[in-house]
């Protein structure tokens, strides 16, 4: 792989990965609740999850739910239902704020293991990326050498650059939270971050391959 190509994946990731997803928007929202440290917890989790997805594309997957539509569908509609759990469920949490905008005693508290489990299901839970992966990173690879290393390089600047983007929108959720002591805008952006996810959800159950 030439620098030239490598270059050219890694500012395509880079766009790529800033466009406002399940994993950003799900970032953003513990940044705001729980802050900037718990944050890290899902980012591990989303990140652990598209290591694993783009690897098991590389591995054939991408090509086994390609051949198998039914398959395919079940894990879409498990996806899907999934992101729409999770805009209920930051629907429900809108309402857990005292009038000085400080979360009630009775909100509760998320631990370590379930922002990991969190993050990691909503980074799988999209099949297309497997799909995505399989047309995505092939595309450059040099096939007069030896794949593998190519795979890694380019497995390891995709994680880089969508860790950089987790950071980023956690920031900005950081910042946004200095915005939303108020509890009516807190409530609003709770009701908006909901919707966000079930609409990501909506969009995976009714999009087409």
């Not at 239902?81 to 809108?94: D, E, K, Q």
């Not at 909503?122 to 690879?141: D, E, R």
């Not at 007069?144 to 994680?159: D, E, G, N, S």
Request: aromatic fraction near 12%.
């Amino acid at each position: 792989m030439t620098f030239h190509t490598w270059l050219l994946f890694a500012a395509t990731a880079f766009l790529l990965s800033a466009m406002p997803g399940p994993n950003m928007m799900h970032v953003m929202s513990i940044s705001v609740r729980y802050g900037l440290l718990r944050s890290v917890a899902v980012m591990a989790g989303c990140m652990t999850a598209i290591v694993l997805v783009v690897t098991a594309s590389l591995a054939g997957m991408a090509g086994v739910l390609a051949a198998s539509p039914r398959l395919f569908a079940v894990l879409r509609v498990i996806g899907a239902a999934y992101l729409v759990f999770l805009g209920v469920r930051v629907w429900m949490a809108r309402d857990s704020v005292e009038e000085d905008g400080r979360d009630t005693p009775s909100a509760p508290v998320i631990g370590v293991q379930q922002l990991l489990r969190d993050g990691f299901l909503t980074g799988i839970s999209n099949p297309k990326l497997l799909l995505f992966a399989a047309a995505f990173l092939p595309q450059f690879v040099n096939p007069a050498v030896p794949h593998m290393p190519q795979y890694v390089l380019l497995i390891v600047t995709f994680a880089v650059v969508e860790a950089f983007w987790y950071l980023v929108y956690a920031g900005g959720g950081r910042i946004l939270s200095s915005w939303l002591r108020t509890p009516v805008v807190r409530r609003v952006f709770g009701i908006v971050t909901g919707t966000v996810f079930m609409g990501f959800g909506a969009m995976l159950l009714l999009a087409r391959v």
